[in-house]
C-alpha cells in the first residue's frame, strides 16, 4: 500500500522558517522524483519545486532562493524547508511522487496546512 505521510505544518509568523517533511512508503522511493505542491484557499494548485531521484532540484520563482528541497533515501522522506516565509505562502502543502520530474505524479499525499500570519 503506497502511502505519503506529510508533517511539520502549522502556524509560522512573516519571516520565520519551516520545515516540512513526507514520509513515503510501499513503493521504491529511490526510483522516483518528489514533488512538493501547494494551494492556497480558491487558488489552483501550484507545483512548488521538484527534487529528482538523483537529488537536482528546481523551484517555482515565487519561491526560489527561500526554499530547499531535499531527500534522504535511506529513510524514504523528502523535506521542504521554507525560510523568510511570507503571508502569501499560506497554504496546503501536498508532496507526491512521479516516476520522472516530467510527469505527473503517481502518488499524492494528504496535505498539510502552513499559514503564515502575524
Known amino acids: 500500500q503506497v502511502q505519503l505521510v506529510e508533517s511539520g505544518g502549522g502556524l509560522v509568523q512573516p519571516g520565520g522558517s519551516l520545515t516540512l517533511s513526507c514520509a513515503a512508503s510501499?513503493?521504491?522511493?529511490?526510483?522516483?522524483?518528489m514533488k512538493w505542491y501547494r494551494q492556497a484557499p480558491g487558488k489552483e494548485r501550484e507545483l512548488v519545486g521538484i527534487i529528482s531521484f538523483i537529488g537536482s532540484t528546481s523551484y517555482a520563482d515565487s519561491v526560489k532562493g527561500r526554499f530547499t528541497i531535499s531527500r534522504d533515501n535511506a529513510k524514504n522522506t523528502v523535506y521542504l524547508r521554507m525560510n523568510s516565509l511570507k503571508p502569501e505562502d499560506t497554504a496546503v502543502y501536498y508532496c507526491?511522487?512521479?516516476?520522472?520530474?516530467?510527469?505527473?505524479?503517481?502518488?499524492w499525499g494528504q496535505g498539510t496546512q502552513v499559514t503564515v500570519s502575524s
Open positions: 507526491s511522487a512521479s516516476t520522472s520530474v516530467s510527469k505527473s505524479p503517481d502518488y
Open positions: 510501499g513503493f521504491t522511493f529511490s526510483g522516483y522524483a
